[in-house]
């Protein structure tokens, strides 16, 4: 039997059907030997003749901004592969980075990928602990990073890592003494030829950490074959079109900038800008400007930043002062766009935001504003063709309701429940590494269950609601609270920590961290800025709580989990609700 999806409108072959004609856009390996993205974002355009245009744009700190052709960053990616090679490194095996953005980061990418390895990115702002645990979570083989990164964040956690075989520093300091090879030297003496092997599209590809309510990071598993979605996805949603120069300005770090930042521009055969710096608005319309952007892909965040320094209502002085008129389409993603912003940017920049919506799990963009349909200011969109999304009710625990297996699939319009999808789109997560348990947690009644609580209206757009668990996004970024609070028990002082995000009007949510001190400390600020740098220290700024308060009797379920739901409700003023698993209501 076919399911309809609630809004009635793909059915499982349709979406079958879509996926098909999408992969006719890829090529494939040569020979017929499977599909293996690298070979989609770069050898097959330089075997077709397209080896001369300009692949990627890297802009240095100064702005000053250099060119990397497709037939170089062939080359580059084919050395690399052959230095993993010769280092053993094959099938399967995971190749992390700890990089900047820069065009190392993408010669390692696909390198990785063209010799059949798992690539890994994370996120350079993370402290020395999320790294040392993503590095052994991954069972990760190969790292590349700098010396500077190494130096800080990883060179002192090296013995806890037994996995690790191989560091290549790019840059100056590698010193075999102590562990760590030069990435430039390898490459540079590595042939440039390299034939990719043959790769079944369903072999892992990406390790993409992402953070859970409970528990250790997820190390969620793509597949080659997500690169059909990703390059579908990005002509659908992004607009994307022949010529085009596109900047998407989020940290490959995250799902983002892999999947958007790397591999659709690069399938499409467009130029990528690769901004090494970081947000600043003055630099930001500069390389719109400099760099004549077409396609523009960035987060909420930014654009309230933005919104800050230029406000409706006031001549636009900032944004008029550089030539944008390149600017096509602008498009934003990971958490919710206030209606507002949408409208700023019609007037400020002449063009509307569209926003949409996706996760680390579904590896490409599931739900959008797109270019060829009526922009709702607040809705997330539409699912793009091929993707069958419905809303579920949900149980007492504010997740999907799940009764002797079965789920309640809510038709009406305006109903709010878990946003759910139908498995079968290429960029599905095939796993949760290591922890089978917890990826088949997500599944139920033929649903993948996302975490997220929408309301859909009558005419099938998607309105973001919440998060239906304690997970936390700031600035962008998915923040696992319990990671946060192991850390801070870390300290000295701390006797127990209870995490949740509180609104901010820029950031979405910032992190904040309520603990209890053990016996013979003292609540004050002096422990507190301690408590706030120890964090800062291992967690990285990205993560660390940006407030802590003292609270001596933190709120206990019976089993004694600290409640932080209540804490979350206490905070913001909100209803306590149901309080019958509180350890001591009083
Ligand atoms: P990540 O896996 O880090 O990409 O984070 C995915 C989560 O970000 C989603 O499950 C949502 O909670 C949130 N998110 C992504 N896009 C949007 C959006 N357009 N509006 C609201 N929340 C979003």
């Given amino acids: 039997m076919d399911h309809r999806t609630p809004a009635g409108e793909t059915t499982a072959a349709e979406a079958a059907d879509v996926w098909r004609r999408a992969r006719e856009h890829l090529d494939g390996l040569p020979g017929g030997r499977g599909l293996n993205i690298a070979h989609e974002a770069v050898d097959r355009h330089v075997a077709a003749g397209r080896g001369a245009r300009v692949a990627l744009r890297c802009v240095a700190a100064d702005r000053t901004a250099t060119s990397v052709t497709y037939a170089e960053l062939a080359d580059r990616s084919n050395r690399f592969a052959g230095v993993l090679r010769s280092l053993g490194v094959g099938r399967g095996d995971r190749v992390a980075s700890l990089l900047g953005r820069g065009p190392e980061l993408y010669t390692a990418v696909l390198g990785t990928l063209k010799n059949a390895s798992v690539f890994c990115p994370l996120f350079p702002a993370f402290g020395p602990a999320p790294v040392e645990e993503r590095l052994r979570l991954g069972d990760v083989r190969v790292l590349v990073t ?13 013995d806890a890592l037994p996995g690790l075989e191989h560091v290549l520093l790019v840059g100056p300091g590698a010193d075999p003494d102590s562990g760590t090879v030069s990435f430039d030297d390898l490459t540079a003496a ?20 992402t953070s859970g309510t409970t528990g250790t990071p997820k190390g969620a598993v793509h597949a080659h074959e997500a690169v059909v979605a990703h390059h579908a996805t990005a002509a659908l949603a992004l607009d994307l079109r022949p010529g085009d120069v596109f900047w998407c300005t989020a940290d490959p770090g995250w799902v983002t900038g892999m999947s958007y930042g790397i591999i659709a521009p690069l399938t499409h055969g467009l130029t990528a800008v690769v901004d090494s710096g970081e947000y600043e608005a003055r630099r930001w319309y500069g390389i719109l400007a400099q760099e004549r952007v077409n396609v523009w892909y960035t987060a909420p965040t930014a654009i309230r930043m933005l919104m800050r320094v230029s406000p409706r209502g006031r001549p636009p002085e900032l944004p008029r002062s550089f030539d944008l008129s390149a600017l096509r389409f602008v498009a934003s993603v990971g958490e919710p766009l206030n209606p507002e912003a949408v409208r700023w940017g019609q007037e400020v920049l002449g063009l509307p935001i569209h926003d949409n919506w996706w996760q680390t799990e579904t590896g490409a963009i599931m739900i959008a504003n797109t270019a060829a349909t009526e922009i709702r200011p607040g809705s997330m969109g539409r699912p793009l063709p091929g993707v069958r999304a419905g809303v579920l009710e949900r149980g007492p625990d504010g997740r999907a309701d799940v009764t002797d297996g079965r789920v309640h699939v809510l038709e009406q319009a305006g109903a709010e429940g878990e946003l759910a999808l139908r498995p079968g789109w290429p960029s599905m997560f095939r796993g949760y590494l290591g922890a089978e348990a917890r990826y088949r947690a997500c599944f139920a009644d033929g649903w993948y269950l996302t975490g997220d609580v929408v309301r859909r209206d009558a005419d099938g757009y998607y309105w973001f609601v919440g998060r239906a668990d304690d997970v936390i996004k700031s600035a962008g970024h998915l923040i696992g609270p319990f990671e946060v609070e192991s850390t801070l028990m870390e300290h000295t002082a701390v006797a127990e920590a209870g995490v949740i995000g509180r609104p901010d009007p820029v950031a979405g949510e910032i992190v904040k961290a309520f603990v209890s001190l053990k016996p013979g400390y003292r609540p004050g600020p002096q422990v507190a800025r301690d408590i706030t740098a120890f964090a800062r220290r291992r967690l990285g700024p990205a993560i660390a709580p940006r407030e802590i308060a003292f609270e001596q009797n933190l709120p206990k379920t019976r089993s004694g989990k600290v409640m932080r739901r209540l804490l979350r409700a206490r905070e913001l003023g909100l209803p306590e609700g149901d309080l019958s698993t509180l350890e001591s209501p009083s």
């Fill in 190 to 209: 590595a042939s440039g030829e390299f034939t990719i092997p043959p790769t079944d599209p369903g072999e892992p590809a990406l390790l993409h950490f």
């Fill in 146 to 158: 700098s010396g500077d990164l190494y130096r800080r964040k990883v060179a002192g956690r090296r």
